[in-house]
């Protein structure tokens, strides 16, 4: 047997050996790769909600989950809304201009949503992050001031926030409430978690 036969066979053979360890370590690492991926748990954690808004009466409120936050969709009345500029000089951030929550272009407004009457947010104090409750109603209550316009209020520590979700003077939250990503789909349907510009 000559050295070119024997050189020719080996060589064959560290071919088709090194192509079968190839394979086999394609077939091991796709696992492991996969397992980088989002699990589909995950994925549905972070996925938009649609959300149906078409029972809503004006001063009623509804809360949806997205990520794992509550998030609030309320139906102002006109009278709720008339309100809301005259409580600019007792916020603390009445035009939304502070960026721990950033909110949206499209809520930079002083009733914080894309069509006046429906507001969304989510339903977390910027403070301790502890879910204010609902005090819609206008006039004096326990814990709140006289001329007090309806909103929300903290039971942790005591923020409160007005129909818009801008924070008052003087309270331990530090920011507005966070206005999540959100479009219409239709006149009655809400999408949450995404926008025209990250559709």
Known sequence: MSNSTVDASKRTWLIASGC??????G????PFVAS????????????PVEVDISALQPGQKMTVEWRGKPVWIMRRTPEQLAALPALDPKLADPKSERKAYPTPEY????????????????????????????KLAAGPQPSLPEDWQG?????????????AGRVYKNVPAP?????????????????IGEDKKSA
């Not at 909103?151 to 129909?163: E, I, M, N, V, Y």
């Open 107 to 134: 809520a930079l407004n002083t009733h914080r949503s894309i069509k006046p009457e429906v507001f969304v947010a989510v339903g977390i104090c910027s403070h301790l992050g502890c879910s204010p409750t609902d």
């Open 27 to 30: 077939f091991v690492a796709v």
């Open 175 to 191: 920011d507005n409430l966070e206005v999540p990503p959100h479009m219409y789909l239709s006149d009655t349907r809400l999408l």
């Open 20 to 25: 079968a360890g190839a394979v086999g370590a």
């Open 36 to 47: 980088f991926q989002p699990s589909e748990r995950a994925k549905a954690a972070g996925a």
């Open 151 to 163: 909103g929300f209020l903290c039971p942790c520590h005591g923020s409160t926030f007005d129909l």
